[in-house]
């Protein structure tokens, strides 16, 4: 167990944060795609809690990038005449299709969870993760807004959006600063986080009033 705790530290101390963060992106991503062939339960929801899936604005553009990946490495099988460069080309792109997949599944397979107690967790596949406490949420509604800017986008007032296909539809404005992790681990505060729900009302009436224990 020593020699592993070893291992473990020289990789913290020699490896990026980033770097680190992403390979674990990337496992956890693989694994979801594994959860989803099998048609296995939701990752992180328990028995009474409510699943929010929020995969519906991005489902077809991944499935075209799929398709395109796919024609690609078709076309590129055909046009490449050296054999090496075509094993080079057809491993990475195969590797860029499982990724994309493996990316989505673990969007279907961790969705948004309203817990039992009335708190909240915020997701995005494997790359982002937060629970909101129910006594932090001063309140909770239906907004679908458009915002521009990459999947986490933090404003100078505090404004927190998870965007996903270019939209938000649910509005949760906090009592107190909320601490977060971004993708790459850059930490933040947010006091009014806006995320996207493919069914946004039964979201917010399931914040608004628990299930009973």
């Given at each position: 167990?020593?020699?592993?705790?070893?291992?473990?530290?020289?990789?913290?101390?020699?490896?990026?944060?980033?770097?680190?963060?992403?390979?674990?992106?990337?496992?956890?991503?693989?694994?979801?795609?594994?959860?989803?062939?099998?048609?296995?339960?939701?990752?992180?929801?328990?028995?009474g809690e409510l699943p929010a899936a929020?995969?519906?604005?991005?489902?077809?553009?991944?499935?075209?990038?799929?398709?395109?990946?796919?024609?690609?490495?078709?076309?590129?099988?055909?046009?490449?005449?050296?054999?090496?460069?075509?094993?080079?080309?057809?491993?990475?792109?195969?590797?860029?299709?499982?990724?994309?997949?493996?990316?989505?599944?673990?969007?279907?397979t961790r969705p948004h969870v309203v817990?039992?107690?009335?708190?909240?967790?915020?997701?995005?596949?494997?790359?982002f993760d937060l629970v909101v406490p129910?006594?932090?949420?001063?309140?909770?509604?239906?907004?679908?807004?458009?915002?521009?800017?990459?999947?986490?986008?933090?404003?100078?007032?505090?404004?927190?959006?998870?965007?996903?296909?270019?939209?938000?539809?649910?509005?949760?404005?906090?009592?107190?600063?909320?601490?977060?992790?971004?993708?790459?681990?850059?930490?933040?505060?947010?006091?009014?986080?806006?995320?996207?729900?493919?069914?946004?009302?039964?979201?917010?009436?399931?914040?608004?009033?628990?299930?009973?224990?």
């Open positions: 167990m020593s020699g592993v705790r070893a291992v473990c530290a020289a990789v913290r101390a020699r490896v990026p944060v980033p770097v680190r963060r992403l390979l674990r992106h990337e496992l956890r991503a693989a694994a979801s795609l594994g959860r989803w062939a099998l048609r296995r339960p939701p990752h992180g929801v328990g028995a929020y995969t519906g604005p991005q489902t077809a553009m991944m499935y075209g990038l799929v398709f395109v990946a796919l024609v690609e490495t078709v076309a590129l099988s055909v046009l490449v005449p050296w054999p090496a460069v075509h094993r080079v080309v057809l491993v990475l792109d195969v590797y860029g299709v499982l990724l994309m997949l493996a990316m989505h599944a673990a969007c279907v817990r039992r107690d009335g708190s909240l967790r915020i997701r995005y596949g494997a790359l129910p006594e932090a949420v001063a309140s909770v509604r239906v907004d679908r807004r458009y915002p521009q800017g990459r999947l986490v986008a933090l404003s100078e007032d505090g404004v927190l959006d998870l965007i996903v296909g270019g939209q938000t539809t649910v509005t949760v404005e906090l009592t107190r600063p909320l601490a977060f992790t971004r993708p790459l681990g850059a930490r933040g505060e947010a006091r009014t986080i806006r995320f996207h729900a493919d069914d946004p009302r039964a979201l917010v009436a399931a914040v608004r009033q628990p299930a009973p224990p």
